[in-house]
Nanobody, 125 residues
């Protein structure tokens, strides 16, 4: 059974950094592109970024481009989200997700079949 488990969330001051990790039980893992999404209270789920199956191609949402970086380790079945220069508006629950379209860089959440439970990120001003 597929399982995605996020970790690394927490409270950080504006301008600080956090690194989220997602441990993934999907086989074969390198068939899947891995995305990160977030949802703030009262707002729709927002695309953060995606990495393709090989880790060589990425795509980011406009609000995080240049500050966030996605990477993956296919041997460890893990995908990370490094978040720098955090802003209060980055406060949300962050979810990792998997799509079987391994070379896609999909922004649409409906393209993703598997989701984690989420991890809370809170950025104080």
């Amino acid at each position: 059974q597929a399982q995605l488990v996020e970790s690394g969330g927490g409270l950080v001051r504006a301008g600080g950094s956090l690194r989220l990790s997602c441990a993934v039980s999907l086989y074969p893992f390198n068939n899947y592109a891995m995305g990160w999404f977030r949802q703030a209270p009262g707002k729709e789920r927002e695309f953060v970024g995606v990495v393709n199956w090989s880790g060589k191609r990425t795509r980011y949402g406009d609000s995080v481009a240049g500050r966030f970086t996605i990477s993956r380790d296919n041997d460890m079945h893990a995908v990370d989200l490094q978040m720098n220069k955090l802003k209060p508006e980055d406060t949300a629950i962050y979810y990792c997700a998997a799509t079987p379209w391994g070379d896609s860089l999909d922004r649409q959440d409906y393209e993703y079949n598997y989701w984690g439970q989420g991890t809370q990120v809170t950025v104080s001003s």
